[in-house]
């Protein structure tokens, strides 16, 4: 399990996180929700081990973060940042074979290439492989890097550990259509044994895919439970600011968001 004790982060001057305590369970999506400046991506960022907290701990089966080798750790952690900046000519196939780094030694290069296919396709950009990445819109670059981080964490011989995907708002750029793509395969991933923290400033998607939504507002966790136990009408309106209504989905039995 990866899991946040009483993590409390300070910059300059101003408390980020406030005494945070959350823990992603094996296989289940984690979907984090909450205003701007909540505190959500230094909360990603210390999940990651990026970033040392100023009290509390990050722990992966029970050891420090920090206490694990780097490079292991990749081979089970992948993040997927806001933004990803890339300046070179590389081709998208090359972009997503830098996800297999951590394997060096352990695969060779004809499993990393299939593996890095494979992630193409899992992110629905397969026909982009031979692009130049900076050729590339933002969403497009968006999917190039999911298949990167996906392609990190693959493990074709499966390794018996849980393996974490931080999605740091990976929905942004994107239109519907690949909004829900790419949320959907994460949500194949937790059948595969994949644990899936992910950062939504849309409400009604953290409803639709998450097992548990937890809510950050002004760096303290103000809720956590399943969709219909925290997406109330009350809290939602009050963490908005905005009146809102939460009405049951008709298919899916989700709660669903609107503005009233």
Avoid at 145 to 165: H, K, N
Wanted: charged share 25%; glycine share 8%.
């Amino acid at each position: 399990m990866l899991e946040a004790r009483d993590l409390s982060v300070r910059r300059g001057g101003k408390t980020i996180l406030d005494d945070v305590s959350i823990a992603m369970r094996p296989g289940e999506f984690l979907a984090v929700i909450g205003p701007n400046g909540a505190g959500k991506s230094t909360l990603i960022s210390a999940l990651a081990g990026t970033l040392s907290p100023d009290r509390g701990e990050v722990l992966l089966d029970d050891v420090p973060i920090a206490a694990h080798d780097a490079t292991a750790l990749a081979r089970r952690r992948a993040v997927l940042p806001q933004q990803s900046e890339l300046t070179f000519g590389f081709d998208v196939m090359d972009v997503v074979l830098m996800g297999r780094s951590p394997h060096f030694g352990i695969t060779d290069r004809e499993e990393d290439a299939h593996i890095a296919h494979e992630a193409l396709i899992a992110a629905g950009i397969e026909h982009l492989r031979d692009r130049q990445y900076t050729t590339l819109s933002g969403g497009e670059r968006q999917r190039v890097q999911l298949a990167r981080v996906l392609a990190q964490i693959w493990s074709a011989q499966g390794g018996g550990q849980t393996r974490y995907l931080l999605l740091d708002e990976p929905t942004n750029n994107l239109d519907l259509t690949h909004q829900h793509h790419i949320l959907a395969r994460a949500k194949t991933m937790n059948a595969e044994g994949t644990s899936v923290f992910a950062i939504l400033h849309e409400p009604n998607l953290a409803a639709f895919y998450a097992d548990r939504v937890a809510i950050l507002d002004r760096g303290r966790l103000v809720a956590e439970g399943k969709p219909h136990e925290v997406l109330t009408e009350a809290r939602l309106s009050s963490l908005y600011g905005i009146d809102l209504r939460v009405v049951e989905h008709p298919e899916r039995g989700c709660p669903q968001i609107f503005v009233a």
